[in-house]
């Protein structure tokens, strides 16, 4: 069992784990407190992202920290 808040971040146009994997993975997890975050244009975002795009595109820092940063600051 897990009560512990999770994170879980997905990029958009990710050919090594695609949303639909992502997602089922999370519809899978027992916890209450759990947030899916999905990076692409088509979330309001500047660039699709890919799986390396999350930790390593040129917008990753403003855009995907920035969110994992606000999570960890309402889940403290």
Do not use: C
Not at 12 to 22: K, W
Request: aromatic residues 8%; hydrophobic residues 40%.
């Amino acid at each position: 069992e897990l009560s512990m808040p999770i994170l879980m971040i997905a990029g958009s146009v990710d050919t090594f784990t695609p949303l639909a994997d992502i997602r089922l993975a999370f519809r899978r997890l027992p916890s209450a407190k759990k947030t899916l975050m999905v990076f692409g244009k088509s979330r309001g975002h500047e660039h699709d992202y890919g799986h390396i795009d999350l930790l390593l595109g040129k917008n990753a820092p403003k855009e995907v920290y920035a969110e994992i940063v606000r999570w960890l600051e309402e889940h403290d």
